[in-house]
């Protein structure tokens, strides 16, 4: 089955640094979104991405985060100055397209950031 | 308020046993309830999605029920095996995006041999 590509699977860095999270997408994918889940919490939506700009996003996605396609196979997940807070799991997803209830979400496996 | 709430939170069975988990929702409005694996340290696997007007769908051992009246959902794993040791999440999609994804907070599954 195809898969979504995550990296780096772990990632730590000290509050107030950049980082930037990597996704490769399936390919014929055009919908791609970012999710993330504190330890021990449930999963919460970030963005979602189609066209080339923002579709959607959640109260939690401030001016802290950027998303970007620079290419035609990566999607990344910009946040400019960490806080501790944002130690959590971040998912990537994609979906081929929006059409009909069964279509499958594919999650990618995670990149663990960790903020010191 | 839209949420999901699932149960138990934990669940250990002996490997070969069934075991059923519970998803109670209120969102509305409601578009399909999917059933998810997720492995530690993974991503989430679908394992089936249900519309309004599906009561039961199966894929393997896996079987989820839906009754749409009482926003009720179950998940049943049938002879269990030590790799369906994981969480499972019942996630309810409220309209057409996938930013109305909401998520309940998993019941933790152990199958012990």
């Known amino acids: 089955e195809p898969e979504v590509t995550q990296t780096p699977s772990h990632q730590v860095t000290q509050m107030g640094q950049e980082v930037i999270l990597r996704c490769v997408p399936i390919?014929?994918?055009?919908?791609f979104y970012w999710y993330r889940q504190i330890l021990g919490q449930k999963v919460e939506f970030l963005v979602s991405?189609?066209?080339?700009?923002?579709?959607?996003k959640s109260e939690i996605f401030d001016d802290q985060f950027s998303v970007e396609r620079p290419d035609g196979s990566n999607f990344t997940l910009k946040i400019r100055s960490t806080k501790l807070e944002d130690s959590a799991m971040y998912f990537c997803?994609?979906?081929?397209?929006?059409?009909?209830?069964?279509?499958?979400?594919?999650f990618g496996s995670g990149t663990q950031l960790s903020v010191l | 308020k839209n949420q999901v709430e699932q149960s138990p939170q934990s669940l250990i069975i002996l490997e070969g046993k069934n075991c059923t988990l519970q998803?109670?929702?209120?969102?509305?409005?409601?578009?399909?309830l999917r059933w998810y694996k997720q492995d530690t340290g993974r991503g989430p696997v679908s394992l089936t999605i249900?519309?309004?007007?599906?009561n039961t769908k199966s894929n393997g051992r896996y079987t989820a029920t839906l009754d749409a009246d009482t926003k009720q959902s179950s998940l049943h794993i049938t002879a269990s095996q030590l790799s369906d040791s994981a969480s499972y999440i019942c996630?309810?999609?409220?309209?057409?995006?996938?930013?109305?994804?909401?998520f309940g907070a998993g019941t933790r599954l152990a199958v012990h041999p």
């Open positions: 390919s014929n994918h055009l919908y």
């Open positions: 997803a994609s979906i081929e397209r929006l059409m009909g209830p069964d279509e499958k979400l594919f």
């Open positions: 249900m519309t309004f007007s599906e």
């Open positions: 996630v309810v999609s409220s309209g057409g995006g996938y930013n109305k994804l909401i």
């Open positions: 998803c109670n929702y209120t969102v509305s409005p409601f578009s399909n």
């Open positions: 991405f189609y066209n080339n700009e923002i579709s959607e």
